[in-house]
């Protein structure tokens, strides 16, 4: 990938460095308000999936929680108890800091603690359900990324992902190719400063690169490869975003 070089999990950490005390509103702005409707879809996916509620809340893993915006999202809609998982530390307290004004007068059922995809300080088959977003141009190596997401699901429980994409139709894809190189680094910059001005410019590239590695028909083969099934995939707003979901097989 373009800019990361041989180590994509301290690229990702020193790109997010300095963006956690505006990266909520920057998100929503930059990707027109498509964030939030991207990530309402990935929540509605797991939760679609998720088994009968029993005696116990469902206990969620949210990876690459960043500022805890899915986790929220899904302790409060969903009633269960999450994990939010990230690398980047500025990013974790930013989302302790939301975890806080979010739960004044009322318990917040959510943990996050720092740790990698790769390697999750989870056991084996002990989750309900894992969301994840904007990952995996962020790690050295997708399969193995996802089957270490796999094996800490239960038989049967849900995954479901948002990443962007690249528009296939050639007339948006000229739109968004225009947004991503020209727009969006002058926008980051206006809007955040030096460090979103960086994030502009490498997300373009970014993520062309990754489709062009990974296609969105070998991701699903890679899922399906890790252990999942019933594996689904869905372009959002003209193919500028994408959610994908399925189950660990066996349940």
Same mark, same amino acid.
């Given at each position: 990938?373009?800019?990361?070089? !041989?180590?994509? !999990?301290?690229?990702?950490?020193?790109?997010?460095?300095?963006?956690?005390?505006? +990266?909520? /509103?920057?998100?929503?702005?930059?990707?027109?308000?498509? !964030?939030?409707? &991207?990530? @309402?879809?990935?929540?509605?996916?797991?939760?679609?999936?998720?088994?009968?509620?029993?005696? @116990?809340?469902? /206990?969620?893993?949210?990876?690459?929680?960043?500022?805890?915006?899915?986790?929220? #999202?899904?302790?409060?809609?969903?009633?269960?108890?999450?994990?939010?998982?990230?690398?980047?530390?500025?990013?974790?307290?930013? $989302?302790?800091? !939301?975890?806080?004004?979010?739960?004044?007068?009322?318990?917040?059922?959510?943990?996050?603690?720092?740790?990698?995809? =790769?390697?999750?300080?989870?056991?084996?088959?002990?989750?309900?359900?894992?969301?994840?977003? +904007?990952?995996?141009?962020?790690?050295?190596?997708?399969?193995?990324?996802?089957?270490?997401?796999?094996?800490? %699901?239960?038989?049967?429980?849900?995954?479901?992902?948002?990443?962007?994409?690249?528009?296939?139709?050639?007339? &948006?894809?000229?739109?968004?190719? $225009? +947004?991503?190189?020209?727009?969006?680094?002058?926008?980051?910059? %206006?809007?955040?400063?030096?460090?979103?001005?960086?994030?502009?410019?490498?997300?373009?590239?970014?993520? =062309?690169? *990754? +489709?062009?590695? *990974?296609?969105?028909?070998?991701?699903? #083969?890679? &899922?399906?490869?890790?252990?999942?099934?019933?594996?689904?995939?869905?372009?959002?707003?003209?193919?500028? $975003?994408?959610?994908?979901?399925?189950?660990?097989?066996?349940?």
């Amino acid at each position: 990938m373009r800019g990361v070089g !041989n180590d994509p !999990n301290r690229f990702a950490d020193e790109l997010f460095a300095g963006l956690p005390d505006r +990266y909520d /509103l920057l998100v929503e702005v930059l990707t027109f308000g498509q !964030n939030r409707r &991207w990530r @309402r879809e990935m929540v509605d996916r797991l939760a679609d999936r998720l088994p009968a509620s029993g005696p @116990r809340p469902p /206990l969620l893993v949210d990876v690459a929680s960043g500022t805890a915006g899915v986790a929220l #999202q899904l302790a409060g809609r969903l009633g269960a108890e999450v994990v939010g998982v990230d690398l980047s530390l500025p990013m974790l307290r930013r $989302g302790q800091r !939301n975890l806080q004004a979010r739960s004044v007068g009322r318990p917040h059922r959510v943990r996050l603690v720092a740790g990698r995809a =790769e390697q999750l300080p989870l056991p084996d088959a002990s989750v309900d359900g894992i969301t994840f977003t +904007y990952l995996l141009r962020y790690v050295a190596d997708v399969p193995s990324t996802l089957a270490e997401l796999t094996r800490v %699901l239960r038989p049967g429980a849900p995954m479901a992902s948002l990443d962007f994409l690249a528009p296939p139709e050639p007339g &948006w894809r000229a739109a968004w190719w $225009g +947004y991503t190189r020209l727009v969006l680094p002058a926008a980051g910059w %206006l809007a955040g400063g030096p460090a979103w001005r960086r994030v502009g410019t490498f997300l373009g590239p970014s993520i =062309e690169d *990754h +489709y062009r590695r *990974h296609p969105v028909d070998d991701l699903v #083969q890679a &899922w399906r490869a890790a252990g999942m099934e019933e594996v689904g995939a869905r372009q959002m707003s003209l193919g500028g $975003g994408l959610v994908m979901w399925g189950r660990r097989a066996g349940g």
